[in-house]
């Protein structure tokens, strides 16, 4: 190569790296960007903990709450308890102030998504169910959005004393059935499982069209789902796991996520989904709507929960947009 002509090819390679170098933190604000603009007022909480560094560490929330090891110690009931309250004709919230778990009973019996910890299943959901006159012996199925100690560690109890079928994903299974025998909440038997292209999980008048969507964990599954409201359907779109795990520079597990959340938004569109619901209320709202349904509504004012179809989109744009900023922040391939 002569000198020239290799001057030229350095030249070039130096301005094509700084060009690399400068789009990165572009493409990063501009996902950001985006991702903001989604969250718009309803998502705020799910924009800051998933696009901000400084937010929440991705996978540290729960971290302490998962199921290995022994019985937690139950935390000051003040700083978690509250009341049960319906929310849809058949959805029922069952939730602490921070984690949500649901009810929707059904012709044929009651269908719970997602358990609390171990300290929190007699008086939210046990406890919950009673005061609001249904009967915790008539659950049938118990689904798990992904087995993470604060949502899972009831199934257990609800499946030895009440013959509760336990629903979670394969990779999940695989991870709770590792558990020692005392874990907190204890290790339910494996009932049913939800392989890759998910299934539909049909109880009396209802059915549950349950979506795999690895990335908070392997086995994370969101759903698709009618309620009533006085009367009128209205389709719930159910998100089972919100932070990015602790995926590094592994592009494949981003790209999973972000994959992940663009399935179940399409799943959500399709069935016109106007209702998102999560399992901790920093994301859906879920303890301060809950309180909002009892308040006599407006002329022209829609159901708390019910934040139509495009907001619903939303939702999801902010969780793919933030892991894709947060995919080119760690610098994943
Ligand atoms: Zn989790």
């Not at 910890?117 to 199925?141: C, H, M, Q």
């Not at 920093?282 to 809950?290: I, S």
């Not at 495009?310 to 939702?315: A, E, L, S, T």
Request: hydrophobic content about 40%.
């Amino acid at each position: 190569m002569k000198t020239h002509s290799f001057l030229a090819f350095a030249a070039s390679v130096l301005i094509l790296c700084t060009t690399a170098l400068a789009q990165t933190p572009g493409d990063i604000d501009s996902h950001i960007a985006i991702a903001k603009t989604a969250a718009g007022q309803e998502f705020r909480g799910t924009f800051v903990n998933l696009c901000l560094p400084a937010g929440a560490p991705a996978g540290a929330r729960g971290a302490g709450a998962r199921g290995a090891g022994g019985a937690p110690a139950t935390p000051d009931r003040a700083g978690w308890y509250a009341a049960p309250y319906k929310v849809f004709d058949n959805l029922y919230w069952l939730g602490t102030r921070q984690h949500s778990s649901w009810a929707l009973p059904t012709s044929e019996g009651i269908i719970v998504i997602d358990t609390n910890f171990s300290w929190a299943i007699e008086p939210e959901i046990v406890e919950g169910l009673t005061k609001l006159r249904l009967n915790p012996r008539d659950i049938k199925y118990v689904i798990i959005s992904h087995a993470h100690g604060d949502h899972d560690q009831g199934a257990a109890l609800l499946q030895s004393r009440y013959g509760a079928k336990v629903v979670m994903g394969a990779p999940d299974w695989e991870a709770t059935l590792q558990r020692p025998a005392n874990a907190a909440g204890g290790v339910p038997k494996r009932d049913i499982t939800v392989a890759p292209e998910g299934m539909k999980l049909a109880l009396g008048d209802t059915a549950i069209n349950i979506i795999a969507t690895p990335g908070h964990t392997p086995g994370t599954l969101s759903y698709v789902f009618p309620v009533k409201d006085q009367g009128k359907t209205v389709m719930v779109a159910y998100s089972g796991g919100t932070l990015t795990g602790a995926f590094g520079t592994n592009g494949a597990k981003w790209d999973e996520y972000i994959a992940s959340q663009k399935k179940i938004a399409k799943a959500a569109a399709d069935a016109g989904a106007s209702v998102i619901l999560s399992n901790h209320s920093e994301y859906d709202g879920a303890y301060t709507r809950a309180r909002l349904v009892g308040v006599k509504r407006e002329t022209g004012e829609e159901h708390p929960f019910i934040l139509g179809a495009d907001v619903v989109q939303r939702y999801f744009t902010v969780m793919a947009e933030c892991a894709s900023a947060s995919k080119l922040r760690v610098g994943a391939k």
